[in-house]
């Protein structure tokens, strides 16, 4: 998302698993946003723990990082942005460790015997320190013969949405937004948290198989940060709608091109490589958060 300049309406908001924690960070705020030129003109609660503030202010990079300062060490999540246009009309989600809970592939590997192995590539890749592609295709090769018959025990033993997810998704949905997951990971897992959470669509890697295992390959082309960043670009087009319409969340480094293109891109629990570049970062309420930023009031939420 672009910094804006200029007197604007923004719109800054705190999100809290604590309620308290939430209302006591709108009572330092004042004094700390004035230090950026900026006003807090009307408080309004949206649910829980979450609070909008309509803010008048010059720029979003300055009110974002005084208020970060001040609420240092506060269990608070917070989003700046423009007042105007904040439901977003196209959702890009990562699955593995934003949407689900586990990484898909290191459950995987966990039954072939090679977890630890497999896990120190995966949090290196995604940390950005390893090409993506090639950390994948290294991984994969280490669960050749691993029978097929472990990825439904993996998605059923292992696999659970995040708290917020299907909340997220529905109430998107059903706001009119298109929501698809797309995922550096595989169709066999994608297929069934897609339909699990909600979403219209979901793009993946596949995974090579023969005799009834794993043939330690996986499709080519691979999907990764590039192909993120183009699925973002396709969705918007197809629904005619601008990227400062859309929104999009992950976690590792092979999603910070969609998350930097996208016009909010949030962090969920993020390697520090994303974190840095997002617009807003989530660390420590669920996934509602996302609606919340969005303007969504709780009474909203679609829960069923």
Not at 117 to 132: K, N, Q, Y
């Amino acid at each position: 998302m672009s910094q804006m300049r200029g007197s604007m309406q923004l719109a800054l908001t705190l999100v809290s698993p604590d309620p308290d924690a939430g209302a006591a960070a709108v009572s330092i705020l004042p004094a700390a946003l004035a230090g950026a030129g900026a006003r807090v003109k009307e408080p309004r609660a949206l649910g829980p723990g979450a609070i909008d503030l309509l803010i008048e202010g010059e720029d979003i990079a300055a009110v974002r990082a005084a208020a970060e300062t001040a609420l240092i060490g506060r269990p608070v999540d917070i989003c700046v942005q423009p007042w105007d246009g904040r439901r977003k009309r196209l959702l890009i989600a990562d699955m593995d460790s934003t949407i689900i809970g586990c990484e898909c592939l290191d459950e995987l590997a966990d039954f072939a015997g090679v977890k630890a192995e497999v896990s120190a590539i995966t949090e290196r890749a995604m940390r950005g320190e390893l090409a993506f592609e090639g950390a994948l295709r290294e991984r994969v090769a280490m669960l050749k013969g691993l029978p097929l018959g472990a990825l439904q025990q993996a998605y059923d033993e292992r696999v659970r949405l995040n708290p917020g997810a299907r909340t997220l998704v529905r109430t998107m949905g059903t706001g009119g937004a298109r929501c698809v997951l797309v995922s550096g990971g595989f169709s066999f897992f994608t297929g069934r948290v897609a339909k699990a959470a909600g979403f219209h669509a979901d793009r993946a890697n596949t995974l090579g198989e023969g005799a009834g295992a794993l043939d330690g390959t996986v499709g080519e082309p691979i999907l990764g940060r590039e192909a993120k960043l183009s699925a973002l670009q396709y969705e918007a087009a197809g629904v005619d709608a601008p990227l400062s319409a859309t929104l999009a969340i992950g976690d590792g480094a092979n999603d910070l091109a969609m998350i930097e293109a996208a016009g909010l891109g949030v962090a969920y629990r993020a390697k520090p490589i994303v974190a840095a570049q997002a617009d807003a970062k989530v660390d420590h309420a669920d996934l509602t958060a996302l609606l919340y930023f969005q303007g969504y009031r709780a009474a909203e939420f679609v829960t069923d």
